[in-house]
């Protein structure tokens, strides 16, 4: 009957009955975060394997009344106040960190930050186990480090005044990781931002700029505001062509370039000396190697189809030996054209050229004439009801485009080169009057629309298209 008033008693009954639970408990709790892969494993693991059998450990040492000041008990108290330090910096790391979205404000918190919140919980846990387990004064204790820590600093003041700066710029947030700088050093994207330097990514390697120099020079952050980024490209063509014609082939172009930011128009000036500007809204710097290569590489097709001189260059692409074999290998085979009909298409034929992943005919629109394929492939696409993109068929050399020009409707899909193309264009006012006289050549190409309509209802009710 003493053992039910003494005062060990509830403390040994709540160790037998607790511990086992406890860890029954944690035991299952770490197999099921294992098996979802979580980063709490980790940390349950840790509190099941030592802080549990350390707090009962320290519970049996109560329950047994040895003195808490006893020297055995003072270490063990100050492990067992290490370990939850250790877990609470890790579990904090974790749950707020770590597992945070791509685009949330923790995920861009500067390292520089976390070391700060780091340092300063460990600062203050120390304190606390200094001055509660050990009895230190801890308000000595601090004037001695902060005498020591004006020592250390007038030392290394150099690399104080770097982490003094790297602060006080951070604090102003200037930028964030992945914003994109220019910098009088280098230009790239933010990928690390710690005690000493800024890093930054420039495409050909890693800069690393100190923090002292980017708080007391000016840099541009290209990422802000967002979306505002545009492309700036000179190109320069013929005196003799007209401003308005270029314009409007290099606006034309542009718009079709995939990195183009949505809901932006793209413009093109004159400059003057025959130079013009066209300015390009992009989503990020990141876009502008990709948009740049494209670009240039479009225009240099565009200007050749339109008649126009880039960089003042005469373009003799489409001679007359190259019109004469094309009609008589593609054209003639496919309208079913005899000699004469063929040479009466020599003059009103032209050789074009596209680039690869350039439209070469766009949905909704009524082209003016008819396109052979000379060499190349050219992919149809629809858009199906859900907005993507369906391929529907590959065109390959012998076929052709531009069917509907025939019967004055829009075409029915859009169409882009899959590598450099060459065709063979012909105005529909020349080829109307050869297709019109051939009734099985009419029948055939009925058939042809058709089928191609009917590729085009399935994939826009996402049926598989052959």
């Known amino acids: ?115 700060v919140g780091r340092f300063t919980l460990i600062g203050v846990g120390l304190a606390l186990i200094l001055s509660y387990i050990w009895g230190v004064r801890v308000g000595g204790l601090f004037t001695a480090l902060g005498v020591t820590s004006v020592v250390i600093g007038l030392m290394l003041q150099n690399s104080v005044g770097q982490i003094v700066s790297g602060l006080f710029m951070l604090f102003e947030q200037p930028f964030r990781l992945n914003d994109w700088l220019d910098t009088p050093t280098g230009r790239g994207r933010v990928v690390e931002v710690n005690w000493r330097a800024v890093h930054i990514d420039t ?24 979306g505002a980024h545009k492309l700036a490209l000179t190109t320069t063509f013929a005196a003799a062509d007209p401003p308005d014609r270029v314009c409007a082939m290099l606006s034309r172009v542009a718009c079709a370039l995939p990195q183009l930011k949505a809901d932006s128009a793209p413009r093109s000036v004159p400059v003057g000396g025959a130079e013009y500007r066209t300015t390009i809204g992009l989503d990020s710097p990141a876009d502008d190697g990709a948009a740049r290569a494209t670009f240039l590489r479009w225009i240099w097709y565009a200007a050749r189809r339109e008649g126009l001189h880039l960089d003042d260059s005469d373009d003799d692409y489409s001679s007359a030996e190259r019109v ?42 009524v082209p003016s004439g008819m396109t052979f394929l000379v060499a190349g492939r050219v992919q149809m696409t629809t858009t199906a009801d859900d907005g993507s993109v369906v391929a529907i068929s590959t065109l390959v050399e012998g076929s052709f485009l531009g069917l509907t020009a025939l019967t004055r409707q829009p075409n029915l899909a859009s169409a882009y080169a899959l590598e450099e193309v060459t065709a063979l264009e012909i105005d529909r006012e020349h080829l109307e009057h050869l297709v019109m006289r051939e009734p099985v050549l009419l029948q055939n190409f009925g058939h042809i629309l058709e089928e191609r309509r009917r590729k085009v209802r399935d994939a826009r009710r996402g049926e598989r298209v052959a």
């Open 1 to 115: 009957m003493n053992a039910w008033h003494a005062s060990w008693f509830y403390w040994a009954i709540g160790i037998a009955v607790g511990f086992p639970v406890g860890l029954i408990l944690l035991t299952e709790v770490h197999h099921a975060l294992v098996r979802r892969n979580s980063r709490l494993a980790r940390h349950v693991g840790l509190l099941r394997n030592y802080l549990l059998p350390l707090g009962a450990l320290l519970l049996l040492v109560k329950a047994s009344q040895i003195p808490a000041g006893d020297v055995p008990v003072r270490l063990l108290t100050t492990v067992f106040g290490f370990l939850v330090l250790v877990l609470l910096l890790s579990g904090l790391n974790a749950t707020m960190f770590e597992a945070a979205p791509e685009d949330s404000w923790r995920k861009r918190l500067p390292v520089i930050f976390l070391d």
């Open 203 to 226: 495409g050909s390697g890693t800069r690393i700029t100190p923090n002292s120099v980017l708080a007391t020079t000016s840099f541009t952050n290209l990422s802000r505001p967002a």
């Open 324 to 365: 004469e074999k094309a009609v008589r290998t593609v054209v003639a085979p496919a309208l079913r054209l005899n000699a004469d009909e063929q040479r009466s298409l020599h003059a009103c034929a032209r050789l074009v050229r596209y680039g690869a992943d350039e439209i070469v005919e766009y949905a909704g629109q």
